[in-house]
């Protein structure tokens, strides 16, 4: 084909198509605006940010923002925590929150009783819906322990010895973590089941008939039909865990720390919010964003790259 | 499956009482919260109230409802919510469209720009920075610049996929333009994962807090969700500081009286949606 030809069938293409073109450019247009453009202002990172300047004109400073952040300033330690803090908790969420929903699934695929494992799945898909500020105002209210009142929760803890007399969760830095993570199961765990009671309903009958015959029991069944038949979803699923385990949920944490909490409790995003929105060191929070950032791009790759070596499944 | 063996019975009787108290976990906040706003004072701190509530109490929610600022977040929600999801399943579902037919000319391209930003976000300073040098600052700024996500694009497109063909060719030799395929044939047809993505996006709007919480300035702008956070943080030196004569609530109660007012209307829509959702979830798939 001559180059005219090819230009005149591209004419004529979207002569024919034009629809189909304008459909998609409200969309084009406001990842634009609201996800690339930003993009680009994660140049601040190496800037010395003034509001008057803009992220542009503001004065180039090479790595002096990163080495602000990592190397002995006030600040550098506090950004060190903060990246331990958005590691442990990371692996926590990552070593409770990973397995819980795969083990209800298998639970949910026992229930044979229809009427029942129909009200048990929405009852347990419910709490997902509910916003971190309902959630947090929970938690908050139902853990308060104060001089004339103590939420109920915090009372049968107490009665329980699960925590020491006198400590106010909410306030003591060592329940910080377990009390996120509990969160997060108690949220999420029912409506992150259902990708794994799909695979699971997806397995024919017949390979379950078949090790039955065998004289297999229930433990085998699952070691060897229940589990292979799911391994893709496992894998895509822990690639997404793996690929997203930074982006630990910080509207949670900003909603359930305090000064006292913060040794455990602050994470890198918390951090970059707390000293670039509320406390306006723009360069130097943007410089620990563009970190994090980094950092989790570079799992996500990470753990699709392992995946497509590993297993024939990839995010892409 | 005639013949239980032991392994089986054993097994499947603790799955259903593992079930039945992990149900119980997942309610008895709830239940609680609004047992203990509609409990008397006396009750409440003497800790009477375990499940149900006790010496019926609506007063809470009399001073609630008149409270400065609880209407106004309500509205404010209401409108975010209606035309939030409105705004995010126009653009969703017609880029979603167009993603979904092979004459695309750069489909793949355009595929990689929608499902890059999931993996790929420019973090909260340059967002921040971009929503104030955008004037995201207004009601109309929080509806258009927020509620996108590649996520629900492409489990549109996967359903629209999946439509078959032969309608749609159908309906192009009897002249349906593009436009008119989309709404007529393709729209129809895709209720399901329609009604998933519209209840993805209300529900995020409904539960919106960070942004609006940093970027929205008047007051009578605030979503509910912003009304309710400030009332928790603040709420027992409020209820101390109103001058109400007797008291018949516990403090608590006007806490957990708001946090009733929000999973409320969450609890009302939900058995209606929630059939659609468990497929939906599974239609979107995870392949970019």
Redesign the interface.
Known sequence: MTKSALFKR?IH?FRC?W???L??V???V??L??????????L?AFKNYRPID??VASKFVGLYNFKQLIFGTAYSTMFWGAFRNTFLISIYGLVFGFPFPII?AL??G????NF??K?????????H??????IT??V???L?H?A??T???A?IFYDLNLIEPGLKVIETAKYFRPMYIITGL?KEA?YNS??YY?AIMGISPVLYEAL?VDGG???QEIRYVTFPGMAPTLT?MLV?RI?GMLAVG??RI??LYNASTYSTADVI?TF??RI??EGSY?SL??AA??F??LI??IL??GANFISRRVSSTS?? | MDRLSRSDIIFKIVAYLLISALVVVALYPLIYAFSASISGRAAYETGRVVLLPVDLDFQVYKILFARNGFWISYTNTLFYTVFGTIWSMVISATGAYALSKRKLLFRRQFNFFVVFTMWFSAGMIPSYLNYMGMGVNTRWGIIVAFGVQAFNIILLRNYFESVPKEIEEAARIDGASEFQTFTHIYLPMSTAAIATVTLFYATSRWNGYFWASILLQSANEKPLQVFLRTEIMTYRTLIENMVIDNLTFAPDSYAYAILVCSILPILIVYPYIQKYFARGVNLGGVKG
């Open positions: 591209i293409h198509e629809q189909l073109y459909m998609i409200p969309m084009i406001w990842f605006i609201w996800s690339y453009k930003p993009m680009t202002g994660l601040i803009g992220i209800l639970l949910l026992e229930v044979s009783h029942f494992r009200i048990s799945q929405t009852i347990l898909y419910l709490p819906f509910l916003s971190e500020v309902t105002g929970l908050i209210t139902l308060y104060g004339d009142q939420g109920i929760l009372r108690w029912g259902i990708v799909a039955r029991n229930k433990l895509i997404i690929g910080y509207e900003i909603l995003s970059v919010y670039g929105l723009m929070a943007g964003d563009f994090n950032t989790g791009f996500v790759i995010l892409w």
